[in-house]
């Protein structure tokens, strides 16, 4: 059991796994976006389907082991509204990390286009093809995805925030030989 102002290892490298995937299949969703249709596209874009619905799963394991394992508290230091701030941005982050896999799997099926994971497991269609309600989910999808950068650039400059400006332990606690400055 770690200390209780640290998160436990499971919660730690599920937070870094799902970060790095969120980034490489943002970065991946932006390049692909603009190329010409060819099967390098298409090959792309089943890679960032399987990331999306690898993500999902993901956060859903993160949400569970959360709700079995109670993070650490907030420093005592750290000013209320601070807190209700971290809460809500960690809320909508989680809400963004199921919608934006979400969405895109409803844009596919709406779009008429399969998604199977790795390949090999197809995954139902979520919606009957609809190409006006795929732009629109596409459109959502999009507006999503900027939203969770944004939250995701603000979450990060709260956690340097509070190890160069603070100078207290809330990113230690999640990286584990980060120590307090």
């Known amino acids: 059991m770690p200390p209780a102002n640290r998160y436990t290892r499971t919660a730690i490298g599920l937070h870094w796994l799902i970060a ?26 089943a890679w960032h389907k399987w990331a999306g619905v690898s993500i999902f799963l993901l956060v859903l394991a993160r949400i569970v082991w959360r709700l079995a394992h109670r993070p650490p508290a907030p420093p005592a230091s750290m000013p209320g509204w601070q807190r209700q701030a971290a809460e ?10 199921l919608a934006v896999p979400l969405t895109g799997w409803l844009m596919s099926s709406a779009k008429g286009v399969p998604t199977v994971w790795f390949g090999v497991l197809p995954l139902p269609d979520l919606l009957g093809k609809d190409k006006a309600l ?7 999808h999009k507006i999503l995805n900027l939203g969770m950068a944004a939250l995701v650039l603000a979450h990060a400059g709260a ?23």
């Open 20 to 45: 790095a995937a969120i980034v490489g299949t943002f970065g991946l969703g932006l390049y692909m976006h603009e190329l010409p249709f060819s099967p390098d596209k298409l090959k792309l874009y």
């Open 88 to 97: 809500g941005v960690h809320l909508l982050l989680y809400v963004l990390m």
């Open 134 to 140: 795929g732009e629109l989910l596409a459109t959502v």
């Open 159 to 181: 956690a340097l925030k509070h190890h160069f400006v603070d100078r207290d332990e809330v990113l230690a606690r999640m990286l584990p030989r980060l120590k307090k400055p």
